[in-house]
């Protein structure tokens, strides 16, 4: 080898560098172009996995709320209270079902408390939340929530 290498002239020892040179590069870009494939289609699989996991997430929340379905009960509200930890700050629920129109009344002593168990009453139910209705006295709040 090294015979052959002595015996090239100067054009024929820069040609073969010049080949070397350009073999090494196309190995590097090509090498590179791998790497860039390989990451691309790892960060599609990871995004995949991402809005799979999310996807699953909000479905098994929606399981994990206590659903009151059409018909509201006591009992129904009761889980939601116990749920959210306020069983202390509203009493004296009362439910009122006319035909297409359900009326709950309680009351409270935290309107923030309140406002927080109307929208999981409106939430967790196929009715509709159509009016709310809360009168203020000195140390306590009346609410009476209308759902069609």
């Given at each position: 080898?090294?015979?052959?290498?002595?015996?090239?002239?100067?054009?024929?020892?820069?040609?073969?560098?010049i080949?070397?040179?350009?073999?090494?590069?196309?190995?590097?870009?090509?090498?590179?172009?791998?790497?860039?494939?390989?990451?691309?289609?790892?960060?599609?699989?990871?995004?995949?996995?991402?809005?799979d996991?999310?996807?699953?997430?909000?479905?098994?929340?929606?399981?994990?709320?206590?659903?009151?379905?059409?018909?509201?009960?006591?009992?129904?509200?009761?889980?939601?209270?116990?749920?959210?930890?306020?069983?202390?700050?509203?009493?004296?629920?009362?439910?009122?079902?006319?035909?297409?129109?359900?009326?709950?009344?309680?009351?409270?002593?935290?309107?923030?408390?309140?406002?927080?168990?109307?929208?999981?009453?409106?939430?967790?139910?196929?009715?509709?939340?159509?009016?709310?209705?809360?009168?203020?006295?000195?140390?306590?709040?009346?609410?009476?929530?209308?759902l069609?």
């Amino acid at each position: 080898m090294n015979n052959f290498l002595i015996n090239l002239e100067t054009r024929e020892k820069r040609l073969v560098l010049i080949a070397l040179g350009l073999i090494l590069s196309m190995s590097v870009i090509f090498g590179i172009n791998s790497l860039l494939n390989k990451y691309s289609t790892s960060v599609k699989n990871l995004n995949k996995a991402k809005s799979d996991y999310e996807y699953v997430h909000t479905k098994a929340l929606v399981l994990e709320r206590p659903a009151i379905s059409g018909y509201i009960t006591n009992e129904s509200l009761k889980i939601l209270l116990e749920k959210k930890n306020l069983l202390s700050v509203i009493s004296n629920i009362n439910i009122l079902n006319d035909e297409s129109v359900v009326t709950i009344k309680f009351n409270t002593t935290n309107l923030k408390d309140a406002v927080s168990f109307s929208e999981d009453i409106a939430n967790n139910n196929s009715m509709k939340l159509t009016k709310i209705i809360y009168i203020s006295s000195q140390d306590k709040i009346e609410f009476e929530l209308i759902l069609n």
